[in-house]
Nanobody, 122 residues
Framework: QVQLVESGGGLVQAGGSLRLSCAAS????????VGWFRQAPGKDRVVVAT????????YYADSVKGRFTISRDNAENTVYLQMYSLKPEDTAGYYC???????????????WGQGTQVTVSS
């Protein structure tokens, strides 16, 4: 069993930065790939970035490539999403998930966090 708790969301002006954290409980966290997803009102939840169990393999959606960086610290059971050059269209609820990354944006979720809101004002 893995429990995930996101933090770090908030209100920021366009062009600003935020760092989201996903803290996990459970000894098996390092066995999972981790993904960050986002869901805007009225839209589907979509993958933003994923990272492999050892932190070597990463994937980024085209919309965030070059602006967001995913990383993980297995010793601290935490995954981060550093977000730079934020845009109003990045406004969404952001969720981390533990599961299995396969090809590209494909990610099979075993556990979800409760989410953290990111709002980018223009």
């Amino acid at each position: 069993q893995v429990q995930l708790v996101e933090s770090g969301g908030g209100l920021v002006q366009a062009g600003g930065s935020l760092r989201l954290s996903c803290a996990a409980s459970g000894r098996t966290f390092s066995r999972y790939d981790v993904g960050w997803f986002r869901q805007a009102p009225g839209k589907d939840r979509v993958v933003v970035a994923t990272i492999g169990r050892r932190g070597r393999n990463t994937y980024y959606a085209d919309s965030v490539k070059g602006r967001f960086t995913i990383s993980r610290d297995n010793a601290e059971n935490t995954v981060y999403l550093q977000m730079y050059s934020l845009k109003p269209e990045d406004t969404a609820g952001y969720y981390c998930a533990a599961g299995w990354a396969t090809v590209g944006s494909s990610f099979s979720v075993d556990y979800w966090g409760q989410g953290t809101q990111v709002t980018v004002s223009s």
